[in-house]
């Protein structure tokens, strides 16, 4: 749900807050569903993050 919420806000503009969300996707210490965030919440946060710092 919080890259969702990354995504929406990058594309809303709000740059710094995305990165924030994106960033506690992958600090996450106890995720719901381990599986999941493993295998689909963390590649995507990273790559999210990869965006947004390529292209502000």
Do not use: H
């Not at 890259?3 to 995720?31: F, I, S």
């Not at 965030?37 to 292209?55: G, N």
């Amino acid at each position: 749900m919080r890259v969702g919420l990354a995504r929406t806000l990058w594309k809303k503009g709000r740059t710094a807050d995305a990165q924030r969300e994106a960033l506690a996707v992958l600090d996450e210490k106890a995720p719901s569903n381990p599986a999941d965030w493993t295998v689909k919440d963390v590649p995507q946060a990273q790559a999210l993050i990869v965006q947004i710092k390529e292209r502000p």
